[in-house]
């Protein structure tokens, strides 16, 4: 039994965002060692030069890639309250206060979301050839090198405000494996049903709606996504054909 006083995070929540994290975070370490190994400006460590390790990242970056929209749709919908609210701004001058802290959480929250965002498409703007040709002066590359900064720095904040709210038990309730009865996955293939079918009886103009009724950011970041898919497809059959 858990101590009802103890951070507790929704099963789904841990799922999504756990994957999300930890292909992430298998990324940035990757990409590091792929900046290593054909670039260097801005400074080296002495790691050995591996070249497969592109291909390794690309794999992680996709990974994530999979994954994230998934994260979105969580985060926009059932975790609504940790993200920016409406009224979030007017909060911001309560200086010291536990709401600014839980209002600058909120807003790295949403944040690390489009910093994940940017990463995911500028990756998918990259060229494997690249690297390996030495041409390192393409703007998606600099655009993806730039991503990789922001994206450290955003987790570190993300760290440093979960940190600042709850301490290691907030910090530690998003990776443990122990799930409330309420929660239990037995439970989904039902309620998946149950939704799929209330979808299915609405009409395309309502589909459509429903869709339309999606929070802003949340249109902004799935359609960025959708585009980056596409672009990367388009320039395939290009070079293909
Ligand atoms: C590496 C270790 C990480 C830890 C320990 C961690 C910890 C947490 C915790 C404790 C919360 C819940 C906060 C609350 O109850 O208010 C949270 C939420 C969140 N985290 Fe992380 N996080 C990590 C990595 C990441 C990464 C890499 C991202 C990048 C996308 C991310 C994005 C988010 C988002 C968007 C939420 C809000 C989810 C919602 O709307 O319900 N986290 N994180
Ligand atoms: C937060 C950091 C990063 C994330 C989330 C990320 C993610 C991605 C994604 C999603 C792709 C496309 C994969 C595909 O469609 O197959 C990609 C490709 C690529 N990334 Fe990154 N990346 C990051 C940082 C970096 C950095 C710093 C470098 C610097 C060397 C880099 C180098 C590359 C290269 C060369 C490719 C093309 C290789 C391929 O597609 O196999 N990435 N990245």
Not at 31 to 54: C, H, M, S
Not at 198 to 204: E, H, P
């Amino acid at each position: 039994m858990m101590k009802p006083s103890q951070p507790y995070q929704p099963l789904l929540l841990r799922i999504l965002h756990g994957f999300t994290g930890i292909c992430l975070i298998l990324a940035i370490l990757t990409a590091f060692w792929t900046y290593n190994t054909y670039d260097g400006r801005w400074g080296q460590v002495p790691l050995p030069e591996y070249k497969e390790i592109e291909g390794i990242h690309g794999t992680f970056g996709l990974y994530t890639l999979l994954i994230f929209p998934a994260f979105v749709h969580y985060a926009f919908q059932r975790g609504q309250r940790r993200l920016v609210q409406p009224d979030s701004f007017t909060k911001l001058v309560q200086v010291g206060q536990p709401i600014w802290w839980y209002t600058l959480n909120r807003f790295t929250n949403t944040l690390a979301l489009l910093a994940l965002t940017f990463a995911l498409f500028s990756g998918k703007m990259m060229d494997e050839t690249w690297l390996p040709k030495g041409d390192l002066d393409h703007i998606w590359y600099y655009g993806h090198l730039i991503s990789w900064v922001v994206m450290v720095a955003v987790i570190a904040l993300h760290l440093l405000m979960n940190a600042r709210i709850g301490g290691t038990p907030l910090l530690l309730s998003m990776w443990n494996p122990k799930f409330r009865a309420k929660d239990t996955p037995q439970l989904w293939p039902k309620n998946v049903l149950i939704g799929w079918q209330k979808t299915r009886r609405r009409s395309w103009l309502k589909k459509f709606y429903a869709l339309a009724e999606l929070p802003q950011l949340e249109l902004a970041i799935l359609g960025t996504l959708f585009l980056a898919w596409a672009i990367s497809l388009l320039k395939e059959f290009a070079l293909a054909g």
